[in-house]
């Protein structure tokens, strides 16, 4: 069973820089579609980015393209999110979920995500 574990997160200034990552441990790491997600104070949980097992095609929230990231090590186990131009509208605790498949296609529901990492906190002030 893989766990995830992230970490990355914390406070930003507005158009600042950070980048998550996401450790799993266990050795079936690249069978996994993966994904960000996030979830602001009241509001529901939201697909940011997702990765398919061999990190060959990737998809964006419309709001993160352009500035946001996704990648993937399988040899390191990790996933990682790059988010530049942070706007204070990121502001979220962010998560990290998996699936496992090789279907090459993303997935955008969190019902659809298996595992969960426990979130880091992204603060971006104004």
């Known amino acids: 069973q893989v766990q995830l574990v992230e970490s990355g997160g914390g406070l930003v200034q507005a158009g600042g820089s950070l980048r998550l990552s996401c450790g799993a441990s266990?050795?079936?790491?690249?069978?996994?579609?993966m994904a960000w997600f996030r979830q602001a104070p009241g509001k529901e949980r939201e697909f940011v980015a997702g990765i398919i097992w061999n990190g060959r095609d990737t998809s964006y929230k419309d709001s993160v393209k352009g500035r946001f990231t996704i990648s993937r090590d399988n040899a390191k186990n990790m996933l990682y999110l790059q988010m530049n131009s942070l706007k204070p509208e990121d502001t979220a605790v962010y998560y990290c979920?998996?699936?496992?498949?090789?279907?090459?296609?993303?997935?955008?529901?969190?019902?659809?995500?298996?595992?969960w990492g426990q979130g880091t906190q992204v603060t971006v002030s104004s």
């Open positions: 266990g050795r079936t790491f690249s069978m996994y579609a």
């Open positions: 979920a998996g699936k496992p498949t090789y279907w090459n296609g993303i997935y955008s529901e969190d019902y659809e995500y298996d595992l």
